[in-house]
């Protein structure tokens, strides 16, 4: 069964970058679509950027896509999402969704 494994959570301070991962362990992500979601606490899980595998054509939520990078790797098994000059309102966990599947999130707190 394919699981999903998202990495590089952690405490970032305003202002600071972040690169998060998303692997299929032992699968590959062929052509379809990868996508970023994330959920703040007490509010509901929002879309936060997806690629397609195809032809790396990305998709952002338009209020952060100026400081936001999804990109995949060649062979089909890794996703990245890099968030620059994070704020606050950045915390939550995040979640690296493929079709019907979804990791365990990797969680991210942006504070001082």
């Known amino acids: 069964q394919l699981r999903l494994v998202e990495s590089g959570g952690g405490v970032v301070p305003p202002g600071g970058s972040l690169r998060l991962t998303c692997t299929a362990p032992?699968?590959?992500?062929?052509?379809?679509?990868v996508s970023w979601y994330r959920q703040a606490p007490g509010k509901e899980r929002e879309f936060v950027a997806s690629?397609?595998?195809?032809?790396?054509?990305?998709e952002y939520k338009a209020s952060i896509e100026h400081r936001t990078t999804i990109s995949r790797d060649p062979g089909q098994t890794t996703v990245w999402l890099v968030m620059n000059v994070m704020e606050p309102a950045d915390t939550g966990t995040y979640y690296c969704?493929?079709?019907?599947?979804w990791g365990q999130g990797t969680p991210l707190t942006v504070s001082s």
């Open positions: 969704n493929f079709g019907t599947f």
């Open positions: 032992g699968h590959k992500f062929g052509i379809n679509k």
């Open positions: 690629i397609m595998y195809s032809n790396g054509t990305p």
